[in-house]
């Protein structure tokens, strides 16, 4: 972590007590966190996100009156980035599709959250200087510029991509670059055959895989996670 001043306000809003605590307390293991809110009553929240919006929200899916799907279709413009948590795996599909930018599975383990805070930090920190994606491509090119200034990433160099909310992120062997453009856009620009999609929030390129195992794949020093919905690319049964 090398931006100390960093600071992320949250808000965690779940009907239940114990769940939200759990939430609070793996937070306080992280310095960038900020906490603003909590809510037992997503309706009481509505009023609060809109008034005083955090960066990030812990949103509980299954809640009595307004469910966490609910609340987001009742706030359109919430700019905060959303992380769902869940009892139910399958509610996650629906909450991607609401472009969530993570999901956790309750009980939520200590391990499991700080591998999503740290992701939500790199995201962060990496914001403040992303790129945009140029449309005009080079073969076996990307170009993507800061400014005026203009930025060639050989496809070749590439390990994989990471969908992050309205982002991609590109991992090279050397560096990783922010860049303003979906996955899915990123995706189709890429060589026919050269990159998979292994998960909803992963590409990776073909030939840089090292490991490949049923539920997760080693790139380098990397482990990326292998889901259900894309298990038969890497012909492994469903």
Request: glycine share 2%.
């Amino acid at each position: 972590m090398d931006t100390p001043d960093l600071k992320i306000k949250y808000a965690v809003i779940d009907d239940d007590d114990i769940d939200r605590n759990v939430i609070e307390l793996e937070a306080n293991k992280f310095p960038f966190f900020q906490k603003t809110a909590s809510f037992s009553n997503p309706v009481e929240a509505l009023e609060f996100i809109s008034n005083t919006e955090p960066d990030v929200i812990f949103l509980d899916i299954e809640m009595p009156g307004l469910t966490g799907i609910e609340f987001l279709k009742q706030k359109p413009l919430i700019s905060a980035l959303v992380i769902f948590i869940t009892s139910h795996p399958e509610f996650a599909l629906e909450g991607f599709e609401l472009d969530a930018f993570d999901y956790l599975l309750k009980p939520v383990s200590s391990d499991r959250f700080a591998r999503c805070a740290l992701r939500l930090y790199d995201f962060s920190r990496m914001k403040k200087n992303s790129y945009a994606y140029e449309s005009e491509q080079e073969k076996d090119t990307i170009v993507i510029k800061q400014g005026y200034d203009k930025y060639k990433i050989r496809v070749h160099d590439i390990l994989y991509l990471e969908a992050m909310k309205d982002y991609t992120k590109i991992i090279t062997q050397t560096t990783q670059y922010l860049v303003l453009t979906t996955l899915n856009a990123m995706k189709e620009r890429l060589p026919v055959g050269k990159f998979i999609q292994i998960h909803r929030s992963y590409v990776v390129n073909k030939d840089k895989m090292d490991i490949v195992e049923k539920n997760k794949i080693h790139i380098q020093s990397h482990i990326l996670p292998v889901g259900k919905l894309y298990k038969h690319t890497l012909n492994f049964p469903v």
